[in-house]
C-alpha cells in the first residue's frame, strides 16, 4: 500500500527525476569511455591516431580524419612527411645570440648586416618575432626569452634567456632596447624586472605603443597594430604614466 501511495503522491515524480539523472550522469561516462577508448580494426592505425591526438587541439575524430588522409598518400609522400619532423626534431639549432629557431648556429636576422644591430627588440617567444617580422616595420635585431616571469607557474628571470640580454647589451654596443612582451600583469613584471637590471647600463629603454590591448597576447595582434606599436613606441619610464 505504502509502495502504491508514493507512486501516486509528488515524491514520485521526484523520484522519476532522481532515477533519470542517475541513469544519464552513469550512462554519459561510459558512453564517452567507450568512444575514447574504441579500438580499430589494427593496432597500427590505432598507435598513429593516439599519437595524432596527442597534439594540441586535435581530438580522436579528426586524429581518425589525418591518419586516413595520410594513408591516401604513397609511401614515399607519407616518408617525406615523416622525416620532416624527424630532421626538425634533430636538427634544429637556436640563435646563439637572439635564441631564435634557426638553421645555423647564428641565425639569418643576426647575421644580415643590413639590419640595425644596435636596436634589440626583447619578446617572449618565436613567434612574437615572426608576428612582429610580419609587420615589416622593424629593421633591428630580437632578443627571444624563452617566457615570461611567473610565479604561478613556477618561472623566475634564471629561467629566462635575461642573463644573456644584459651580456649582450654590454658586448655588443646595444643602444636601445624595445620591450615587446604581452601587455599582461607577468608582461609588466618581466618588463619592469629587465629595466632595473639595464638601468644602470646607461642605454635607451623603450616599450611598444600600447595600441596593444591591456591583457592582450602579442601572437594576436593585427599586423597593423603590433606595426604601429613598434614604430610609435615610447621611452619605458614614460609608459607608466
Ligand atoms: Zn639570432
Do not use: W
Not at 62 to 72: D, P, Q, S
Not at 146 to 163: K, Q, V, Y
Request: charged residues 20%; glycine residues 6%; aromatic residues 8%.
Amino acid at each position: 500500500m505504502a509502495v502504491i501511495h508514493l507512486q501516486k503522491g509528488p515524491i514520485n515524480c521526484e523520484l522519476l527525476i532522481l532515477f533519470f539523472i542517475d541513469f544519464f550522469v552513469n550512462l554519459q561516462p561510459i558512453e564517452k569511455q567507450e568512444m575514447s577508448s574504441h579500438q580499430f580494426s589494427s593496432s597500427l592505425l590505432e598507435n598513429a591516431v593516439h599519437e595524432f591526438s596527442k597534439l594540441p587541439g586535435i581530438g580522436r575524430k579528426t586524429a581518425l580524419r589525418l591518419v586516413l588522409h595520410l594513408l591516401k598518400q604513397s609511401e614515399q609522400e607519407v616518408e617525406i612527411f615523416g622525416n620532416a619532423f624527424i630532421q626538425l626534431r634533430k636538427e634544429i639549432q637556436y640563435c646563439q645570440s637572439c635564441h631564435n629557431i634557426s638553421d645555423t648556429e647564428i641565425c639569418h636576422l643576426c647575421s644580415n648586416p643590413a639590419r640595425d644591430h644596435q636596436t634589440v627588440c626583447v619578446v617572449e617567444n618565436i613567434k612574437d618575432v615572426m608576428s612582429i617580422e610580419n609587420t615589416q616595420q622593424f629593421r633591428g635585431l630580437y632578443h627571444v626569452l624563452g617566457g615570461i616571469i611567473s610565479p604561478m607557474d613556477g618561472i623566475g628571470p634564471s629561467d629566462l634567456e635575461i642573463e644573456s640580454l644584459i651580456l649582450r647589451v654590454t658586448t655588443d654596443h646595444i643602444k636601445e632596447i624595445i620591450l615587446a612582451l604581452s601587455t599582461t600583469m607577468e608582461g609588466d613584471t618581466t618588463n619592469f624586472y629587465i629595466f632595473r637590471k639595464l638601468a644602470p647600463l646607461n642605454i635607451k629603454i623603450t616599450t611598444i605603443a600600447r595600441g596593444i590591448a591591456i591583457g592582450d597576447e602579442l601572437e594576436y595582434a593585427d599586423e597593423i597594430t603590433l606595426g604601429r606599436s613598434i614604430l610609435n613606441r615610447v621611452e619605458f619610464t614614460n609608459s607608466f604614466k
